[in-house]
C-alpha cells in the first residue's frame, strides 16, 4: 500500500464491496487518530474531532477541507463551532468505507500537520 496521501479518490458509483473490519483495520493504522465507528444502519464511517483556539481558525479548516473534498471528489459530513470540527467520512454509494475514505482522511490530516 502506497503513501495514502500521494493517491487519487477514484470515482465510486456502488458495484464496490465496503471493506470488512480486517481491512478497515490494515487502513486505520495508515491515518492518524481516526476512529471508526457504525452508523445507526451498521455502515461503518471515519471520524475525527479537531480542535482549535477560536471560530475563525475552525472555519478557515472547513474551507480547506472543502477544497480538498471537491478536488478528490469525495466529500464528508463536516461539522463545526467555536474551537472545533468534527468530520465523517464513509462512501455513500457503498455504504461503508473503501480506501477513498482513508485518502480523504490521509489528505485532512496533512492540514493539521503542517
Same mark, same amino acid.
Given at each position: 500500500?502506497?503513501?495514502?496521501?500521494?493517491?487519487?479518490?477514484?470515482?465510486? /458509483?456502488?458495484?464496490?464491496?465496503?471493506?470488512? +473490519? *480486517? =481491512?478497515?483495520?490494515?487502513?486505520?493504522?495508515?491515518?492518524?487518530?481516526?476512529?471508526?465507528?457504525?452508523?445507526?444502519?451498521?455502515?461503518?464511517?471515519?471520524?475525527?474531532?479537531?480542535?482549535?483556539?477560536?471560530?475563525?481558525?475552525?472555519? /478557515?479548516?472547513?474551507?480547506?477541507?472543502?477544497? +480538498? *473534498? =471537491?478536488?478528490?471528489?469525495?466529500?464528508?459530513?463536516?461539522?463545526?463551532?467555536?474551537?472545533?470540527?468534527?468530520?465523517?467520512?464513509?462512501?455513500?454509494?457503498?455504504?461503508?468505507?473503501?480506501?477513498?475514505?482513508?485518502?480523504?482522511?490521509?489528505?485532512?490530516?496533512?492540514?493539521?500537520?503542517?
Amino acid at each position: 500500500m502506497s503513501n495514502l496521501k500521494d493517491k487519487k479518490c477514484v470515482p465510486c /458509483e456502488g458495484g464496490v464491496v465496503p471493506f470488512d +473490519i *480486517s =481491512e478497515i483495520h490494515k487502513y486505520q493504522k495508515k491515518v492518524d487518530g481516526w476512529d471508526i465507528s457504525k452508523d445507526d444502519k451498521e455502515n461503518f464511517f471515519l471520524n475525527k474531532r479537531f480542535n482549535f483556539n477560536n471560530f475563525i481558525e475552525s472555519q /478557515e479548516f472547513i474551507n480547506k477541507v472543502g477544497e +480538498i *473534498s =471537491e478536488d478528490e471528489g469525495h466529500h464528508p459530513d463536516i461539522s463545526f463551532g467555536w474551537g472545533y470540527a468534527e468530520i465523517k467520512i464513509t462512501t455513500h454509494a457503498i455504504e461503508g468505507l473503501s480506501e477513498n475514505d482513508f485518502i480523504l482522511a490521509a489528505k485532512i490530516d496533512q492540514l493539521t500537520n503542517a
